[in-house]
Structure formats: C-alpha cells, structure tokens
T-cell receptor, first 112, second 111 residues
C-alpha cells in the first residue's frame, strides 16, 4: 500500500468556504509535500514542509505536520471555483536522494 | 524554458510490443522520476534516479526498465507491453530540497 493516504477521498464545498484535507503516512520521512492536479494535466507543487517543521503558510494555503501521529493537513482558505482540482500529499524518504511517494488524493469541487 | 517535456504524449501498442518513453528536463536537476497514474488513483513510483548513470526501483518496477545516460534525460522502457500497463505516465524532475516538477503526461494504451 502507498505511503500516504488522503482523507476525504472527495470534498464538495461552496465558494468562500474553507477546505481541509488530511494525509496520513506510515514511515519516517524527510519532508512532506502537497501537489495539485487539474484534470488531464501534470501535478503542480504547492508547498513543502520539513520533518522538523510543524506549520507552514503560503498565500491561502496552510499546512500542518504532526510527526508523532504521522499525519498532515492542508487547509485552503476562502476557496474559489478555480481551486477545483485533485490534491495529493507526497512523502519524501531520504535514500541518498529523495524517494517520493504519493497518496491517492482528494478530489475537491468548489461550487460557485 | 520548457521545464519537463515528455514524448510521445499518446501511444497505442499491441500486447507484446516494446516502446520507450522519453523525459527531458532543462532545469539541471539531479533527481528524476517516472510515475504511473491509473483512474481514481494517485501516482505510483516506477523507477527513479538520483543522478546521471544511477537508477533505483520504486513501488511498481516490474515490467519496466529505465536509463539515465545523460543528466537531462530519463528513459522509461517497456520490453513487452501488457494490457495492465495501460496508464498515464508522468515524468518529474526534482530539486535537492525535494520539490518535484512534472511533465504533462504520456497516455499509453495497450490492446
């Protein structure tokens, strides 16, 4: 099974609401990242949080990391219709380079 | 500045045929990756490379081979394609801090 598992699998909200997605993983990591994928496109990097960090912000994004629980959350504030996409967490294991493993993703639909 | 370029973008193969997917990056990244994505699923790591001349197995390496003869290129080969290898394949290059940059994908259908 994959290193990262997202929850929920799908999320539907109204524009202006906040969206929260969670990710759990199984082994020690070097860092955890969140990516966005629009339908039919490649993934785009959103934010990276290192294992010694607990919280990070980037614009409307807030990421938390709890290494004791092996979990992370991504919060998107004041969501917009353009935020509709799939969001994936990825954990990086340092094996002399980064072996980066993705979860199954959360599909977010923001209704205008 | 093209970033990560994958060729071809689409390919249809018959069972047993072979093919190579090419990934090229112009960002001078050390790390490169090949993933596959199946409907409703996340990306599964096939093989990756931490530098020119190196390769390593990922989560689902069986049925695939890779080569990294030049730093900017990472090739994914299918020696004898099977219907189970029908998927969208994504290449990525990565920085030393772990951030990945993805290509737009190669859609492969094996009949």
């Amino acid at each position: 099974s994959q290193q990262g598992e997202e929850d929920p699998q799908a999320l539907s909200i109204q524009e202006g609401e906040n969206a929260t997605m969670n990710c759990s993983y199984k082994t020690s990591i070097n860092n955890l990242q969140w990516y966005r994928q629009n339908s039919g496109r490649g993934l785009v990097h959103l934010i990276l949080i290192r294992s010694n960090e607990r919280e990070k912000h980037s614009g409307r994004l807030r990421v938390t990391l709890d290494t004791s629980k092996k979990s992370s959350s991504l919060l998107i504030t004041a969501s917009r219709a353009a935020d509709t996409a799939s969001y994936f967490c990825a954990t990086a294991l340092n094996t002399g380079g980064f072996k980066t493993i993705f979860g199954a993703g959360t599909r977010l639909f923001v209704k205008a | 500045n093209a970033g990560v370029t994958q060729t071809p973008k689409f390919r249809v193969l018959k069972t047993g045929q072979s093919m190579t997917l090419l990934c090229a990056q112009d960002m001078n990244h050390e790390y490169m990756y090949w993933y596959r994505q199946d409907p409703g699923m996340g990306l599964r790591l096939i093989h990756y490379s931490v530098g020119e001349g190196t390769t390593a197995k990922g989560e689902v390496p069986d049925g695939y081979n890779v080569s990294r003869l030049k730093k900017q290129n990472f090739l994914l080969g299918l020696e004898s394609a099977a219907p189970s290898q029908t998927s969208v394949y994504f290449c990525a290059s990565g920085t030393t801090t772990g951030e990945l940059f993805f290509g737009e994908g190669s859609r492969l259908t094996v009949l």
